[in-house]
């Protein structure tokens, strides 16, 4: 079984992603006036459309290639002396320490606490009406589900079909579909945790969401 | 009016003197600010104590008012339209017109309530019977600062209303009167797309059977042109008509980047040489008229003004009937009579408002005329007088000769072309069978049966994909870009994962398209007059038409004799007849490399000569969009001009039944494809193509919103419906070829 605290633990000795930045080619590499510290901007835009910081230019046949972050961090290290010299594909240029935003932070614990049921096709998912019953009266944490369950009603242009839940057992923890609207293949629809991990997890995300300190 | 009232509009009168000025003329407007405190000050209420002191305040706000109006400057009459206190087209329905009642829509339930149309009529006695004349009123609500009026600026789908109703108006047979209200069109690109709306307005009003009056109070480019193609232009003396606002104009010309704001000096300058003014427009004869305001504009009380607006647009709707119709000598000269003389009374003159088949026909023609003949001095044309007169007999050769082979001689070859034909068959049958035993002998003699075994395998099997139209690579023109030893890298490598490309292999063989993701790089417009039409069949015409500085802009002489000289070219059109396989086409291009591919009077003309040329020769037309980035602002309304003129002369190409293909390639923005490209019935663009009507920047500072990076995609134009295909440069010619065997027109002369 997953010790949740002890992942907390862990995930709080480094608050931090150490992003590697490599040659995406081979080529001759200029890192400009970056610097060791120096903040740096990731990908942004409603679109992501807006390039990050740019971080090194490389050039391989008079093509000059500009390299951008990827995400929003503080550069801790880069290696200077590949300074205009000729890299080979893959080389490490430089290292963006990311802290981790309190989302993030939940989503490292759930993706490894949770087991994730994900919709077959794209329909729109409804709970069977016993469970649904259940739900309405008593909350979606006090349905135990198990391997072969009838669970979901899926339905697309009039077609209802009836889908069983396949998996560890367990309770609902979370419900990623609204009602009425359509999932895409391979989106999750529920989350399911063993029962004896619930208590567990549920006071773990709350001190995440009151204790986890944003840094930029 | 008791004193308090009157106060309070003197409060307000004061207001709109601080607002149109903006921070000039401080010491007039403190002026009456001060005497009207004192005024107010002292006022204790009893009216008949105060009543003369009131009267001399208020004749002191007349006084200065009237002493502003001479120094009125360009930019403070863009204020005055602007201002909320400006009057609005429902101030004019309740003013000007006897009765009315609104459709399509009222207040904010509209599908676009800064579109407004109205049913109205005007009452006019002659004698002792009284008429009412019925009009379909069309114009854009500012409505004093309404918020969902959204100031005039009109959505795609507000025009296609405006459209609707003018339909309407036809179908009913009642005369049209547009009022012009707006800063410019919403400029978004949902269905049915601001540009394609505005096109598909400026083609059906070049051929609307009913007359068209507009009144231009504050007329910005496209979303003026979408309803003010008429008969008749009137324009209020304090309104503006431009091609571009003067802030937008001097964000172009102070080279602004995203979010920097021009300095009031140089938006003052922009509007001062922009030239938008009413007399401005009139000197330059797009308007017809002026019409009076009093001192800074009028205002919803400036009844007499009211009174002054409903004869002249009274006047405006007789005069264009009067002039197409059969008979009515005594009419007409009364109302020439009239216009010398200040007194004004057209209600006692009564003018039957409908018009019969031939004089519809007259009308149309009329109008179509009137736009062609303007704005041909905005430009340059260098030919000696002996060569213009030499193309004018050409010319009217080409008349001769096209009415002769084409209307006379066509009409009964084609009788015995038919004839012929039915022979022919008959013939055939007979042939065959007459031969047949000599084949079947001949079939069997040894060595001979190949050429009846490919026969049959052609006829029988599928074809197949014919290698020698992409020519393997082998290009009659290859980009100098080809030259260069360095690799590209595709855009798209990020989502597409595409590999460098070789700049030979990628200019050169690939023809500047991505071997991975087929996004295709711009090319040089040589590259298509080389390899899209036959070798050799190109033949410009026209060539000697120079852009040239019609509005004396500061600066720009210099930027279009730089631009002539980095291209060789004189103007950003080049016009040329040209083959396809042998069939003969005139071909007018757009190249992006002159001044972005601007439009100005240059342009146009040797757009409308080329849509002559067509019409004459029946060949087809292909406008070549090698990318456009709208109207030359630099030559104001001469550019904003060109949207009408070359929209009616496509229209009378079309008509004549002639096939109107366009090709954009690169970037097509604004003013063109709102016009004389987007009404064309059968558009194309080359992959990797932008479309629309204004930039992203625009869209933002004029709208908020932001726009997903492909909003101006041609596979959006696609699926909006806005063009009919999306092409493989390496596939033009023969995609043309296609173009030509399947789609419209009925005069070509190769059918």
């Not at chain 2, 102070?254 to 922009?270: D, S």
């Amino acid at each position: 079984m997953l010790d949740v605290t002890k992942l907390l633990e862990e995930i709080k000795a480094s608050p931090y992603e150490e992003i590697q930045v490599v040659a995406p080619h081979c080529g001759v590499v200029t890192f400009g006036d970056l610097a060791v510290g120096t903040r740096v901007r990731g990908v942004s835009g409603m679109w992501k459309e807006k390039p990050g910081t740019l971080l090194a230019t490389i050039e391989r046949e008079h093509n000059k290639k500009p390299i951008h972050a990827g995400e929003k961090g503080e550069v801790t290290s880069i290696e200077t002396s590949l300074e205009g010299r000729f890299v080979e594909a893959r080389t490490p240029l430089m290292v963006i320490r990311h802290f981790l935003s309190r989302d993030e932070v939940l989503r490292i614990i759930l993706q490894r606490t949770l087991n994730l049921f994900n919709a077959p096709e794209r329909a729109k998912y409804y709970f069977a009406p016993d469970v649904d019953k259940k739900i309405k009266a008593s909350g979606s944490r006090s349905v135990t589900v198990h391997d072969g369950m009838e669970l979901f009603i899926m339905s697309r242009m009039k077609r209802e079909v009836s889908l069983g839940y396949s998996g560890p057992d367990g309770v609902i923890y979370a419900v990623y579909f609204q009602h009425n609207e359509n999932v895409d293949a391979g989106q999750p629809l529920i989350g399911v945790c063993p029962q004896e991990q619930l208590p567990l997890i549920e006071e773990v995300v709350a001190r995440v969401q009151t204790e986890w300190e944003e840094r930029e | 009016m008791d004193n308090e009232k009157r106060v309070q509009h003197l409060v307000e009168r004061l207001g709109y003197i601080r607002d149109i000025f903006g921070g000039k003329h401080n010491e007039n407007i403190e002026l009456l600010a001060t005497r009207l405190a004192e005024f107010s000050q002292r006022d204790t209420g009893a009216q008949g104590e105060n009543g003369p002191a009131l009267a001399t305040l208020e004749d002191l706000f007349t006084f200065v008012e009237r002493k502003l109006e001479a120094e009125l400057t360009p930019m403070d009459k863009v204020r005055i339209v602007r201002h909320a206190q400006r009057i609005c087209l429902r101030d004019i329905l309740e003013n000007v017109y006897d009765n009315f009642t609104e459709i399509g829509g009222k207040d904010e339930y509209s599908i676009d309530p800064s579109m407004l149309i109205a049913r109205a009529y005007i009452t006019r006695r002659s004698g002792k019977k009284t008429y009412h004349q019925p009009v379909m009123v069309i114009g854009q609500e500012k409505g004093h600062g309404e918020e969902f009026r959204n100031g005039g600026s009109v959505k795609p789908w507000g025009n296609a209303k405006a459209l609707h109703y003018m339909k309407v108006a036809e179908t009913e047979g009642i005369p049209i009167h547009t009022y012009v209200f707006t800063p410019g069109s919403f400029p978004v690109e949902d269905y049915p797309g601001a540009a394609q709306q505005i096109a598909r307005n400026l083609y059906e009003m070049a051929g609307l059977r009913v007359p068209v009056i507009a009144v231009f109070s504050e007329g910005g480019s496209g979303g003026a042109e979408a309803i003010g193609l008429a008969d008749r232009r009137l324009m209020l003396s304090h309104g503006y008509y431009s091609v571009i606002s003067p802030e937008g104009g001097a964000a172009i010309e102070g080279r602004l980047r995203h979010g920097q704001r021009a300095t009031p000096e140089l938006i003052e300058k922009c509007a001062q040489q922009l030239r938008i003014t009413a007399a401005d427009n009139l000197r330059s004869g797009y308007i017809d008229h002026v019409i009076d305001e009093p001192p800074l504009g009028a205002r919803p009380y400036h009844f007499d003004f009211f009174r002054t607006l409903r004869q002249e647009v009274i006047r405006a709707t007789d005069e264009v009937l009067l002039g197409v119709k059969g008979f009515a000598p005594l009419r007409a000269m009364a109302l020439r009579r009239r216009r010398k003389t200040a007194d004004l009374d057209l209600d006692s003159v009564y003018v039957r408002w409908s018009l019969s088949s031939s004089a519809k026909d007259r009308l149309v023609a009329r109008r179509q005329r009137k736009f062609l003949r303007l704005a041909r001095a905005a430009c340059k044309d260098r030919r000696p007088v002996m060569r213009k007169a030499a193309s004018m007999w050409w010319d009217m050769w080409w008349d001769v000769y096209s009415t002769f082979k084409y209307d006379l001689f066509r009409k009964h070859q084609q009788k015995i072309a038919y004839v012929l034909e039915e022979v022919d068959a008959e013939m055939q049958v007979l042939k065959e069978k007459v031969l047949k035993p000599w084949r079947r002998i001949t079939c069997a003699l040894p060595g001979s049966g190949g050429a009846c075994e490919d026969t049959a395998r052609d006829l029988t099997t599928l074809s197949e994909w014919d290698e020698t139209e992409q020519r393997n690579g082998n290009w009659s023109y290859v980009s100098p870009r080809a030259k260069q030893d360095r690799a590209i890298t595709c855009p798209n490598a990020a989502t597409h994962g595409c590999l460098d490309l070789w700049a030979p292999d990628l200019f050169g063989e690939f023809a500047g398209v991505c071997t991975s993701c087929g996004h295709h790089f711009p090319m040089e417009y040589q590259w298509y007059l080389h390899n899209v039409f036959d070798e050799g069949s190109v033949f410009e015409f026209n060539a000697e038409v120079e852009a040239a500085n019609p509005l004396s802009f500061e600066g720009f002489d210099v930027k279009l004799d730089q631009a002539k000289q980095k291209t060789g070219l004189k103007s950003g059109c080049v016009t040329f007849e040209a083959r396809i396989d042998n069939t003969k086409v005139v071909v007018a291009m757009l190249v992006a490399d002159f001044r972005g591919g601007s439009v100005g009077a240059a342009e146009g003309e040797k757009f409308i000569q080329a849509a002559e040329r067509a019409k004459k020769k029946r060949y087809p037309f292909l406008a070549y969009v090698h990318g456009t980035a709208g109207i030359r602002i630099q030559e104001g309304t001469n550019g904003v001009i060109q949207m009408p003129r070359c929209t009616i002369a496509v229209r009378r190409y079309i008509e004549a039944g002639g096939l109107y293909l366009v090709l954009y390639d690169t970037n097509s923005y604004a003013g063109p494809v709102a016009s004389f490209l987007g009404c064309s019935p059968y558009q194309f663009a080359v992959r990797s193509s932008n479309i629309g009507f204004a930039g992203p920047g625009v869209i933002k500072e004029t709208t908020g919103m932001d726009i997903p990076p492909d909003y101006h995609r041609a596979y959006r134009a696609l699926s909006r419906g806005h063009i009919q295909g999306i092409w493989d440069r390496r596939d033009i010619r023969a995609n043309v070829k296609q173009a030509l065997l399947t789609m419209g027109g009925r005069n070509l002369y190769y059918r």
